[in-house]
């Protein structure tokens, strides 16, 4: 698995929808009440990110297994994150309703999707089980990375919007990556 590129391009994808996800339970809150907002109010803010996500991880996999190509779905995604990382950087929290929702469309249906491709992309259950330990187990490290660099682009330059250019760039990445495995394909390993 370790050589094979599209192998690399899932785990990448897997570790961007997380980081970007982890970011947002992190951080939004804190950011939130940094812009006035109250402590509940940021809470329930974040719990639709959540609440979003329900119906999207069940109903994800069940469209991406009736697609061959997969590239409606990482259009879609990536068209969620940025338009959700776009009002939040523009509007702060003005449209953080709806940014929240677009952010938990987005990320729920990458979840779904990258479990899906551990499966759809692979041959045999063996190959299944080796890149999807291979996508968690370097996907989460660099997830892992994710809200202690938010937090310090935040202390480096001094405002929160900052530490959103970087999700930003990471949907751009996530994009990159969506798009080489969207097509169908299996991994060589």
């Known amino acids: ?14 570790g961007l929808q997380s980081l970007l996800f982890y970011c947002s339970i992190a951080w939004l809150p ?8 109250a402590s509940e109010t940021s809470g329930w803010v974040l719990s639709f990110i959540q609440f979003t996500q329900l119906p999207i991880v069940f109903v994800g996999p069940i469209i991406a297994g009736r697609m061959r190509d997969h590239t409606p779905l990482v259009w879609f995604i990536v068209g969620t994150l940025a338009l959700s990382v ?15 929702i677009l952010f938990g469309l987005g990320t729920g249906l990458a979840f779904s999707l990258v479990m899906m491709w551990f499966v759809l992309r ?68």
């Not at 804190?30 to 907002?37: E, F, I, T």
């Open 1 to 14: 698995m370790l050589k094979s590129r599209l192998a690399w391009y899932i785990t990448i994808f897997m």
């Open 30 to 37: 804190v950011v939130l009440q940094d812009w006035g907002m």
């Open 86 to 100: 776009s009002l939040i950087i523009g509007w702060r929290t003005q449209f953080i309703i709806p940014a929240v």
């Open 122 to 189: 692979t041959r045999t259950t063996r190959e299944a089980a080796r890149i999807s330990g291979m996508a968690q187990s370097f996907g989460y490290a660099l997830a892992a990375a994710g809200p202690p660099l938010f937090g310090a682009l935040y202390d480096w330059v001094g405002n929160w919007e900052a530490p959103f250019f970087l999700l930003a760039a990471a949907t751009i990445v996530l994009y990159i990556t969506g798009i080489k495995v969207a097509k169908p394909q299996l991994i060589d390993g």
